[in-house]
């Protein structure tokens, strides 16, 4: 059964979290700080964490790929550095049951996807198809030209400059990767 941990100084927002983990079969450790949640885990890591951003006071924990810092709107910056840090996203105080459920639905969604896409490399790293690393690369260079060619509209001379690479070299990627 997966784990999951909040920790916050008082109960205000345990109810939604607390329906949304009982939904997805998550048993829901509560906790005051991040070392009574080790100590009522009995580990530093569980598979979603929950975490108020007033009781972690700027310590921030190892984000599992599902965590989420609590925030009131006036902590909507520090929420944000934490997930610079690696929070999934961050969920405003007051919590509501379909905040939480449409968060953490999105952040299942995306550690699937992220899962998939990790066993394909390797499935084709152990079928000889090369190693880890040009692979990874070849996926990331392929979205980050897509994103950017979205951002300027398609303009390649825009794009080539945001990227730091002479036009030509684009254009070769673009047909490389197939995105025209």
Excluded at 73 to 100: C, H, N, S, W
Excluded at 124 to 136: L, M, Y
């Amino acid at each position: 059964m997966p784990l999951a941990l909040l920790i916050q100084e008082d109960a205000s927002d345990a109810a939604p979290i607390r329906e949304v983990c009982r939904r997805r079969g998550w048993e829901l450790v509560q906790a005051s700080s991040a070392a009574a949640g080790a100590a009522a885990t009995g580990s530093t890591r569980v598979d979603a964490l929950f975490a108020c951003f007033r009781t972690l006071g700027g310590q921030w924990p190892e984000f599992p790929s599902i965590s989420f810092v609590l925030a009131a709107p006036d902590e909507v910056r520090p929420a944000l550095a934490a997930m610079q840090k690696g929070a999934f996203d961050y969920i405003l105080r007051p919590a509501t049951v379909d905040e939480v459920e449409l968060k953490v639905a999105r952040a299942v969604d995306s550690a699937r996807w992220l899962e998939k896409k990790i066993e394909k490399i390797l499935g084709g790293v152990r079928n000889g198809k090369g190693s880890v690393h040009p692979i990874i690369m070849s996926e990331v260079e392929r979205v980050l030209i897509l994103k950017v060619l979205e951002k300027t509209n398609g303009n390649q001379v825009q794009a080539s400059s945001m990227l730091g690479i002479n036009r030509n070299t684009l254009h070769k990627k673009i047909r490389e990767y197939h995105l025209r």
